[in-house]
């Protein structure tokens, strides 16, 4: 089951979801914000989604994941909007008989969102600036709400 | 043929809205479009010659042919997670 | 930190001890007991420990693991006694600034827990027997409740 | 000298007593230690051959001496997790 939400994420409730009697092992992923970065800090970030594809690859994710290892349960949810420092962004949970399956199939989903599914954040930096992330690219989409343009 | 292309994140920010309205000649292409783009927006330059293509909510090659209803985004490196 | 415990693990507890503002990732590991093993159905787990070692093997785990990694926080429990289908035998939590650290970390820890650590399972069959986990060995520990000696 | 030995899981049930009170003569090494518990409870031989032994809370090998007030386990193959 995959979810887009503007809410906090309740990770209790996905960890019960993820529970299954043929389970033997649960592995919860949180992306959590990072307050410091290379000394740099980070007051939020926003998250904006093309909501009707990501949720399409999210579930074709999700799909992919069941079709390479015996997954039991698996919950997505990816945050919206602004996520304070030490929340998280994202959660995945996925049960599996065994734990090597759970642990592979957990770094393979959050790989996979971040190299693919078309959800995007901006940096709310401590200083005023903020700055949306495109990895691979100049700092362009960068603007300065503070001391001036830059 | 009128195409519309989604904007999102800095695209949307350096566009200053969250959708184009671009003239292509009818049956043209994803790498025919780009170009338009990059010609009628100079400001989009940076962020299109890193950008992927969506249509219809999937990825999209160069060669895919648009037409008036396909649903056109432009896709920016990602960063969700 | 770690600790043995016989009450219920409290995994929203563990998350939030995990988070941390310079931590880009948590990773939570649960081993849950499988109700179904191969067709077979188990009614509880009862775990056994040597107490003094195990707590001192554990807290060993974690020195290594925060040496191999930038580990932020790291939450190691495992209860004692007897243990429900779907609940909890064991819980990690790791957080790191980047994800694959709090994956591998994760990973080697229940790993090197499940190599090394004395504690024990007890298998409580729904058929009345009960059987001591021992890998390796042939099944003299085991003992039949229900229809006499065997 | 009188030595201690904890046992656990299995070998506690098979024995059916949580320690062992082993009369060994002075400066006994593990292995001795071992071959003397296995001679007198035959019914542990099984656990044994796959267990391993704990000096102080810590693993030891076979050659580690022993005396009165040493802390010894017998460590059958673990199952936590």
């Known amino acids: 089951m995959i979810r887009l939400t503007n809410d906090p994420i309740d990770t209790a409730a996905l960890i019960d979801a993820a529970r299954h009697p043929e389970a033997g092992a649960v592995v919860l992923f949180l992306g959590t914000t990072r307050e410091l970065t290379d000394g740099r800090q980070t007051v939020a970030l926003d998250y904006e989604a093309y909501r009707e594809m990501a949720e399409r690859q999210l579930a074709d994710l999700e799909t992919e994941a069941r079709r390479r290892w015996p997954v039991l349960e698996c919950r997505i949810v990816h945050r919206l909007g602004r996520v304070a420092p030490t929340e998280a962004s994202v959660a995945i949970a996925v049960s599996t008989p065994h734990r090597a399956d759970a642990f592979a199939a957990g770094q393979w989903l959050i790989d996979s969102l971040k190299q693919g599914v078309p959800i995007w954040k901006r940096e709310q930096w401590a200083d005023g600036t903020t700055e949306w992330v495109h990895p691979g690219m100049d700092k362009e989409g960068e603007t300065r709400r503070g001391g001036g343009g830059g | ?47 299109v010659s890193h950008a992927l293509w969506a249509v219809d909510a999937e990825y999209a090659n160069d060669n895919m042919l648009l037409n008036e209803l396909s649903n056109i985004a432009l896709i920016p490196p990602v960063s969700g997670g």
């Open chain 2, 1 to 47: 043929m009128r195409v519309r292309v989604k904007l999102f994140a800095a695209a949307k920010e350096l566009a200053g809205c969250d959708e184009l309205a671009v003239e292509m000649p009818s049956g043209a292409t994803v790498a025919e479009l780009r170009e338009t783009v990059v010609a009628q927006y100079p400001q989009l330059n940076t962020v």
